[in-house]
């Protein structure tokens, strides 16, 4: 039986990267810098 999404999602993620492509066809850009840090937790209560 196949997850769901939020299923699929909980745990602790690592932001490894972001960057931004306009949609105007301008230059993409690292808004957070080209090395970020953050992480995220999803648990399974629901809590983000």
């Not at 299923?7 to 080209?34: C, H, N, R, T």
């Amino acid at each position: 039986m196949a997850k769901t999404l939020r299923e699929q999602l909980i745990g602790v993620w690592k932001l490894v990267s972001y960057l931004e492509k306009p949609v105007d066809g301008s230059a993409p850009f690292y808004p957070m810098s080209e090395k970020p840090k953050g992480i995220i937790m999803y648990t399974q209560d629901g809590y983000m």
